[in-house]
């Protein structure tokens, strides 16, 4: 989603800002700007409307160069795409960018425009802009001005802030959007996402809401004011004086400590290398991406349950029931675990969408898990939904969730510190928008976590130890699986000239078959819907047509006999089935059929095996429609609102 990026250091930045941004491209956008400090008192903008590139012609033909800025990427959400509005937003000497929603901006916009303040664009931003500037007058400094506006703000927000008669100096706050402070050797940095600071440093903080950050190229901060919701301040580079602290106590601030963590991937990780586009990269990555998944988390017949977290065995042996929550291909991954944790470990297991759970009544046992899935660990939704259950259980004495569990990629993630529990993928950096290795290393995390609960509830060991041992031939058997990658670029032309396609699985395939046709819409934007195949006959049916085409996945176990005959179904009415079968199904091509051998697994690994075709389809139809497959239209790859 929206990306931001700031810097304060001894030299001109904007080269910083500018390839921060171009990293952030990844995360979907319509508009690029950036401002800085020129000299002091002299606060110089430029926005541009479409790619990054955009924005740096416009530099080129109007420079500017300072020791502090600020930049942004925006996604539109109040406001069309427009130089108008995109960020930074500016007030009087202020400069603003912003990520997240400001749920009462109609309230405050109608007050300020009262007050004298002029309005130029639609988004909820250029509020936080107007506010801050009309705080200044009362304010200790800018710092204080941030957080006596952000005490008005209702929503979502991560921002940065400068000024243009403060050219050393930077300010940044968060509340329920992510950002990051880097600490450098030449100065200090803001992100959205570490990864657009990694030419610049390595060394984190990750900061968590509430937090406030004030930043020259010297020292860094992390604070809050007594009358915000937030709590603390301590130095994080040595050489503050003590008279510092002592005029920060005097402004109403109070002590609080946020480590910095060093970054675990080098840049390499983030390039994409031979690969024509990230998406291509990541799924040839997965063996890799798996294998880190499972490193030091299996014995030889068994998962070592405590390489999970230190509570892991104690949280999982009091577990009686599990709900799942997650959003978008996260959603699909916990569908396919509530057949492995109610067939594998006899967990009874709820899946919620997470934009849908905290509008409604649920209604949890005692003993209950509260599990949820995010690649970025910073998911809006996802991260609400879990604020929500576990609020409203404790306002209810506590009777129903024993903890929590976050199964995401992103250790310093707010999903991962506010989680009771964080099972981590170390899958890597995903740039691409579509989802590849991040959906099977959470496939492989939730079945540790399925055999882990098998263990502690003293499941029969013959057939742990036997999945434990495919389990590690499991990077070997996705190696084989991409195998098929140049014979499933040559299926193209049956999709290239289609608008429509269904995908059906049956069992435990049905969440694949409907993660298969959510990443052939989402970057070739043909029509693709999902069904349980023994639902064919209960209406849709009536969309076959003759030559539309059908994917299906057909792993052999005791389902594949009933798949046939509803493959049998689609091609009496016209429709063309493409199926990527187990060789020991007994599918062999025909009218109307065409097979893909995938190599042979065990029925309960399939399903992650089966993932990978099925990316690889999609890649290879988007490609041959000409879509932008890494960032495709009106998508992104962090949503960090709800």
């Not at 802030?161 to 880097?182: K, N, Y």
């Not at 579509?434 to 098998?454: E, G, I, P, V, Y």
């Not at 499933?488 to 435990?508: I, N, Q």
């Not at 065990?602 to 290879?620: D, E, K």
Request: hydrophobic share 45%.
């Amino acid at each position: 989603m929206c990306g931001i990026v700031a810097a304060v250091g001894t030299e001109d930045i904007l080269p910083v800002l500018v390839e921060g941004l171009r990293r952030l491209e990844y995360r979907g956008y319509d508009s690029a700007g950036v401002a800085l400090v020129e000299a002091p008192g002299v606060l110089e903008r430029r926005r541009e409307v479409g790619k990054v590139a955009a924005l740096e012609a416009a530099l080129s033909r109007h420079p500017l160069s300072g020791n502090s800025g600020i930049a942004h990427t925006r996604w539109a959400t109040h406001g069309a795409p427009s130089q108008g509005n995109a960020h930074p937003h500016v007030s009087g000497k202020i400069a603003v960018v912003h990520n997240g929603i400001i749920e009462n901006h109609g309230v405050l916009r109608e007050r300020l425009a009262s007050a004298g303040y002029r309005f130029v664009s639609e988004t909820d931003t250029e509020v936080i802009a107007h506010l801050i500037d009309e705080e200044l007058a009362v304010a200790e400094d800018l710092a204080d001005a941030v957080a006596r506006a952000a005490d008005q703000l209702e929503g979502a927000y991560a921002m940065g802030v400068i000024h243009a008669d403060e050219p050393g100096q930077m300010v940044g706050m968060r509340q329920g959007s992510p950002l990051v402070v880097g600490v450098g050797e030449q100065g200090h940095y803001l992100g959205s996402d570490p990864l657009a600071l990694l030419p610049v440093t390595y060394r984190f903080i990750y900061l968590e809401d509430g937090d406030l950050v004030v930043a020259s190229h010297g020292q860094c901060r992390v604070h809050g004011f007594a009358n915000a919701s937030v709590r603390g301040d301590v130095p994080v580079m040595a050489g503050d004086a003590p008279e510092a602290g002592e005029a920060l106590q005097a402004a109403g601030r109070v002590c609080l400590e946020r480590p910095v963590v060093r970054y675990e991937h080098d840049d390499q990780a983030i390039d994409k290398g031979e690969f024509p586009h990230y998406m291509l990269k990541e799924i040839h990555e997965q063996p890799l991406a798996v294998a880190n998944t499972l490193e030091g988390r299996l014995g030889e017949d068994e998962v070592l349950v405590d390489a999970l977290g230190p509570s892991a065995r104690t949280l999982l042996g009091a577990t009686r029931q599990i709900h799942l929550v997650a959003c978008g291909t996260s959603y699909h991954a916990a569908l396919v675990a509530r057949y492995w944790l109610e067939e594998l470990a006899g967990v009874p297991c709820q899946v919620e969408v997470a934009s849908e759970y905290r509008y409604r009544r649920v209604v949890a046992p005692k003993g209950t898990l509260f599990v949820t899935l995010s690649q970025s660990g910073e998911t809006a939704d996802t991260l609400a939904a879990l604020r929500h259950a576990l609020s409203a259980d404790a306002a209810a004495g506590g009777a129903s969730y024993l903890g929590s569990l976050a199964i995401c990629n992103v250790p310093g993630s707010s999903l991962a510190r506010e989680a009771t529990l964080a099972l981590l993928t170390h899958a890597g950096p995903e740039i691409g928008v579509a989802s590849t290795k991040a959906f099977t290393t959470q496939l492989t995390a939730l079945m540790l976590l399925t055999l882990s609960l098998r263990q502690v509830r003293g499941g029969e060991p013959g057939l742990t130890a036997r999945l434990v041992r495919r389990l590690r031939y499991l990077p070997t058997v996705l190696g084989d699986a991409l195998a098929l990658d140049e014979e499933t670029a040559g299926l193209v032309d049956r999709f290239t000239e289609r608008e429509h396609s269904l995908f059906l699985g049956r069992g435990v395939h049905f969440p694949i078959a409907l993660e298969g046709a959510l990443k052939l819409k989402e970057i070739s934007y043909i029509h693709a819907e999902a069904f349980a195949a023994g639902e064919l006959k209960h209406g849709p049916l009536a969309l076959i047509a003759e030559g539309m085409p059908v994917v299906t996945v057909a792993p052999m176990d005791g389902l594949v006999e009933k798949l046939a005959s509803n493959l049998q179904e689609v091609r009496a009415r016209g429709g063309k089935v493409l199926a990527f079968a187990d060789p020991d199904t007994g599918l062999a091509s025909a009218e109307g059929l065409e097979v893909i051998w995938v190599p042979a697994v065990c029925r309960y690994i399939a399903p992650i095996v089966y993932s990978l075709p099925l990316q690889l389809l999609s890649y290879h139809v988007a490609v041959a429609r000409g879509t932008d497959v890494d960032k495709p239209r009106n998508l992104a790859k962090s949503v960090t609102v709800e």
